[in-house]
């Protein structure tokens, strides 16, 4: 029996489980992007509340609001560097050796990495912005009125 198959239809069956997987990974990208969020916005809450009281004092002295912000952003652009620099190899190898396995493949630039590691220090301080500015905008009376 002859049996027929039109070639690009194949091409698709063969690519279809790699579309599936790209859905996959954006969803649960997506679910972990979303999360870390969570937990960077709750730690931003937590190191403004514990210090509450510096920030009062650094505005009673006459610290500008920048400089505050500075002081309590500077951390997490410091936490986001660690873990871009702990996460750029890993990602390099990985995309590599799933990037073997096509005819043809584009080659990884350095771009996509810093575009990469631009998005997650974007990302994280608009999630602290919030409790920063509230934090350094906060009366300094309130903070020190009870020591």
Do not use: H
Request: charged share 15%; hydrophobic share 55%.
């Amino acid at each position: 029996m002859f049996s027929y198959y039109f070639l690009d239809e194949d091409f698709n069956r063969y690519y279809l489980s790699e579309e599936r997987v790209g859905k996959l990974i954006s969803v649960f990208a997506s679910l972990a992007i979303f999360l870390s969020c969570l937990g960077l916005f709750g730690l931003a809450s937590f190191t403004a509340d514990q210090r509450t009281k510096e920030i009062g004092i650094r505005r009673v002295l006459g610290a500008s609001l920048s400089g505050v912000m500075v002081l309590l952003t500077k951390e997490f652009v410091r936490l986001v560097a660690v873990a871009n620099i702990i996460a750029w190899p890993l990602a390099y190898f990985a995309m590599n050796k799933w990037l073997q396995n096509f005819a043809y493949r584009v080659p990884l630039s350095i771009w996509i990495f810093l575009l990469s590691g631009l998005a997650a220090l974007v990302i994280a301080l608009l999630t602290v912005s919030y409790q920063t500015v509230k934090a350094a905008t906060a009366n300094p009376v309130d903070s020190l009125r009870y020591e």
